[in-house]
Structures are given as C-alpha cells and as structure tokens.
C-alpha cells in the first residue's frame, strides 16, 4: 500500500511534459495525473463560454478524449497547458456554432439564475464574503453579455492567467489582435458595469 | 466609486489606451515599456486612466474562481472513456494481441470454408502448387549453376597458370565461333534478298 501511495506522490511531482511521455509509452496513471490536473481548469473555462453546466461537463470529457486520442502528436515546443486550452477552446467555439448560441441571449436564458456558479469561497468575513459574492455575480452576468470573441479572451487572461503569446497561441490570432480586443472587452465591460448601476468594487 | 470606471471624456485620441492595458498586464516590450513611461510622466490624463485600468483588473483577476463542484467519479469516467475509444494510444502488447486473434480467425475462416466446400480452393491450390514448381526449378537450376561455378573457379583460382593456358585456347575458340556465326548469317542474308530479288 505504501509503495502504491508512493508511486503515486512520484506522479505528482512530474512535469506535464513527461506525463505525457509516460502516458506515450504505457503508463496508466499519467493520463489521469494529466485529466485530475487539469478537469476543473476546463470545465471552468468551458462552463464561462458555454453557460451550461451539465454540457461543459461534456465537453470537457470530449476535450479530453481528443487530447487523448492525439498525445502521439503533441510537441513539447509548445506548453501542454496551452495545447489543452487550444483544444478546449475550439471545442467550445465548435460548440458554440454548431447551437448558434447567441452570446446576447446567454444572460436571459437564465433570468433566475439557473446556472448561478458555485464557487470557492476562502473569505473570513461573511460581510466581505457577500460583497465579494455580489461583485462576482455581476462580473459573470456582464462576461456572459460579451460577444464570444471578447468573452473568450477575457477568460483566458484574467480567469485562466495566460499570457499574450499563449492567448495568440490558443485562438490563433495574432497578437495585436489580441492585444486590441482584450483592451476593447475591459472596455465594454467597464460600460456594461455602469449600465448596471455599479458603484464599487 | 463609479467615476473610477467611468472613461475620462477629455481623454486626447493621440494617448495610446491600449498600450495601457498592455502595460498593467506587463505585455510590452522593454522598450515600447520605456517609451510609455515617458509618456506617462508627462501626461496626466494617461496617468489617471492607468490608475481606473489598474484597479479594474484588479478586481477582474480575482473575479473568477474555479468551479468547486465536480462530479466525484469525473476524473474515472473520462480516463475509461478515453481508453475505451478505438482509437488513442493503444500498448504494444495489444497491438500484437489483436493482430494475433485476427490471424487466427482468418486461419480458422479459411479452414471452415476448405471444410465446407472442398472444391472451393482447389484453381487457387492449383495454381499455387503450378507456381510453386516453377519456383523449385528455377531455384534447383540456379543452386546447380552455382554449384558448377563456383567448382571451376575455385579449381582455377588454385593455379593460376591453368587459367592462362585455358584463356589462351578458348578466347581464340570464341572468336574463331564468333566470326563463323557471323559470317553465316551474313551469307544466309545475302542469299534470301538474291531470292527475293530473282522473284521480282
């Protein structure tokens, strides 16, 4: 049993580029390693995009049935956490189009909010921890307003933390691209909060 | 707190906002960086926009926590999912294990159908056997040719003063031969356009 827990700490401690190759060649407990890594990540991701909960658990499972499906493929030139959210990005773009959801009825699909997310909450106060609760309610319902492109690019910077290059690697836009449409979506979403009366952050 | 997001109207269109966002997500180059800092020392209304968009993204980077609720069997089920796709990695030992059932049955196939029907195969057994003789021939000819070379060479490679008496009589030989064939096909040909010639 110790050797077991033993192995699996050694897991653990691998990088993501050599799960990979320990999952090429054979071993079982990488991929999971990779899936236990990085399932809440997507399905955050995907569940912001998408606005389902249930489908985003979907297509998680289908983002990463396809990275399993193409590990042989991956190059470790490039990141594994941006590979994943390349796949995961198109998957929810795919997505989006084959429903043509419409990014402006996202909100008013959920008038009660159905889909009202169930977030970690490490606040010590509860007065601090409502007002926070607040504050991110309003962000999600404003992010869910954005057109696709801008809501794509504002989750993957300031909610999944990825660079310029790695948001440019992920859509496949170049970086001005990015660098204008990340300015321009803070831009609309400032507007939007005061549309909504927001007073305070 | 609502002016804090609200955008300065006097804001000139010459000042590069989007360098600012740029620059509080640490995204310029060192020296796109510098010469923005020079700007901002000197322009308040850049100045003033920076301190909004800073805040704001602030507030935006701890805006979204990831999601606490995940099935507890998730992790299991898409890892079964994934290794039961027929496609995927798929371990060495299975290749072979798959490749050894379907030869297997195509044996067993073809064995059920010999059974079966004994007349089925027997143009494809005849023609296999046909090939296969041929085969045989051709391969007993060559080894007895070879066999026979390699004899005489190894005989002459002894002595060497064998194999230059032997080239002394037989390149004359071959030559002499040559020399008739040639001049007999020569006379034949001669003697057939004399025929035709006659004939006309």
Same mark, same amino acid.
């Given at each position: ?5 033993a ?5 653990r ?6 799960l ?6 054979? #071993? ?5 390693? &990779? ?12 569940y912001?995009? &998408? ?6 658990l ?19 030139d490039y ?33 009660? /909010? ?30 869910k307003?954005?057109?696709t ?22 859509? #496949?836009?170049?970086? #001005? ?5 990340l ?7 400032? /507007?939007?909060?005061?549309?909504? #009366?927001?007073?305070?952050? | ?11 000139? +269109? ?14 310029? !180059? ?7 800092? +020079?700007?901002?020392?000197a ?11 800073? *805040? ?15 099935p507890?069997?998730? !992790? ?82 002894? *002595? ?29 040909e ?5 025929? +035709?010639?006659?004939?006309?």
């Open positions: 049993m110790s050797s077991i827990s192995a699996l700490s050694g897991i401690e691998l990088s993501d580029a050599e990979v190759s320990t999952a090429i060649s054979g #071993g079982e407990a990488s991929f999971e390693e &990779l899936v236990r890594r990085y399932q809440r990540p997507i399905v955050s991701y995907v912001r995009m &998408l606005a389902d909960y249930d489908l985003s979907d297509v998680t499972q289908e983002v990463f049935i396809k990275v399993y499906n193409s590990l042989e493929r991956y190059s470790c990141k594994f956490s941006t590979w994943l959210y390349r796949i995961a990005h198109n998957a929810a773009i795919d997505h989006l189009r084959r429903n043509s959801v419409n990014t402006q009825s996202l909100e008013t699909e959920n008038p009660n /909010g159905a889909y009202e997310l169930q977030i970690e909450s490490s606040d010590p106060t509860p007065e601090k921890d409502r007002e926070r609760s607040e504050w991110r309610k309003e962000i999600d319902i404003v992010v307003r954005l057109p492109a801008y809501r794509d690019l504002i989750l993957l910077r300031h909610s999944r933390d990825l660079s310029y290059d790695e948001i440019a690697e992920v859509t #496949g836009l170049p970086l #001005g691209t990015v660098k204008n449409r300015f321009r979506a803070r831009e609309m979403m400032r /507007g939007l909060l005061i549309e909504r #009366g927001i007073d305070g952050i | 707190m609502l002016d804090t997001l609200t955008r300065d109207e006097e804001h000139p +269109s010459d000042c590069p906002s989007v360098e600012i966002a740029a620059y509080i997500d640490g995204e310029l !180059t060192a020296d796109a960086e510098t010469e923005f800092e +020079s700007h901002l020392s322009c308040r209304v850049c100045a003033d926009e920076l301190n909004i968009q800073k *805040q704001f993204v602030n507030a935006l980077n701890v805006s979204f926590d990831d999601i606490h609720e995940i507890g069997d998730f !992790t299991k089920r898409i890892v079964t999912h994934a290794e039961s796709g027929v496609s995927g990695l798929r371990k060495a030992k299975e290749r072979y294990n798959a490749l050894f059932v379907c030869l297997g049955l195509f044996l067993f196939a073809l064995f059920t159908l010999g059974a079966s029907a004994p007349g089925a195969f027997a143009t494809f057994f005849d023609v296999f056997m046909r090939v296969a003789a041929v085969l045989s021939f051709a391969g007993h000819l060559f080894y007895d040719i070879s066999l026979g070379v390699i004899v005489i060479m190894r005989s002459i490679g002894g *002595q060497p003063e064998f194999f230059s008496v032997a080239a002394l009589i037989v390149v004359p030989i071959a030559i002499l031969l040559a020399f008739r064939i040639s001049h007999t096909r020569a006379s034949r001669q003697g057939e356009y004399s025929e +035709s010639a006659s004939s006309f």
